[in-house]
């Protein structure tokens, strides 16, 4: 029955599989002439991560390819399912030039989607690729539908402008942004903060970690806060007695 085809090899795949319990070997029978869902539980079931992300980026490729989208609307959503699962393989084994191309295609392929770009900004920060990460970004806090993580969007955005890229006049922009979704988000007054602290704006930097602060119920984030308060107070205004107070 293994030397068969079509339905007599599906059955002995099966029974190797579910009697037998030798999923390697069902595996090997199996080939390409069982059902993709059950190839990828075969490749799910002995570990073999690099034939499961073939199988996606395959299965991918092929509901994109017939007719692409946004002809056929369904077709690119089970498309872009497949390589966005492709590249998040990739990702996870460190084939970062694989999953790069799988997830592009996802993110092509399912523009509203926010999974695939998700996905490429890990690229793009692993590689230290500031420029590629902004622009993902921007598109991320373009598609997410709740504030709190567009609020975080934002602000790791405004991160890369302001530390990586040199912009801080738009970092700026980019936390105003953040704090008009949620006006006392704890994580976008402390950016801010850090970006007056560019500027010697002292009085302006103390006040939003003092605003930041207040904001949160996280004790060592009040700590960092208050640390920074009175080093900024004793090294920057010259103020002793309100470094101690801080």
Not at 12 to 23: M, Y
Not at 201 to 210: K, N, S, V
Not at 216 to 226: H, V
Request: hydrophobic share 45%.
């Amino acid at each position: 029955v293994e030397r068969g085809h079509g339905p007599a090899r599906r059955r002995a795949a099966l029974v190797l599989e579910a009697r037998v319990g030798d999923p390697a070997r069902a595996r090997r029978v199996a080939g390409d002439e069982v059902e993709l869902d059950h190839r990828l539980r075969l490749a799910r079931r002995v570990r073999d991560q690099a034939g499961l992300a073939e199988l996606y980026r395959g299965a991918g490729q092929a509901a994109l390819a017939s007719p692409p989208p946004p002809t056929n609307d369904d077709a690119g959503r089970v498309g872009a399912g497949f390589a966005f699962a492709a590249g998040m393989i990739d990702l996870a084994r460190e084939r970062t030039a694989e999953a790069e191309a799988a997830l592009t295609d996802a993110a092509r392929a399912a523009p509203q989607d926010p999974g695939a770009r998700v996905g490429l900004a890990a690229v793009f920060r692993r590689g230290a690729r500031w420029r590629e990460l902004a622009a993902t970004l921007a598109e991320l806090a373009a598609v997410v539908a709740d504030d709190g993580v567009k609020a975080a969007v934002l602000r790791e955005l405004a991160r890369v402008h302001g530390e990586q890229l040199g912009e801080p006049a738009r970092a700026r922009d980019l936390l105003e942004q953040a704090m008009a979704l949620r006006a006392s988000d704890p994580g976008a007054l402390h950016e801010l903060a850090r970006l007056c602290d560019q500027v010697a704006d002292w009085p302006r930097a103390i006040e939003l970690r003092q605003r930041a602060a207040a904001a949160t119920d996280d004790r060592r984030l009040q700590a960092e806060l208050f640390l920074e308060i009175g080093r900024i107070e004793d090294e920057q205004r010259k103020d002793e007695a309100a470094a101690l107070a801080a």
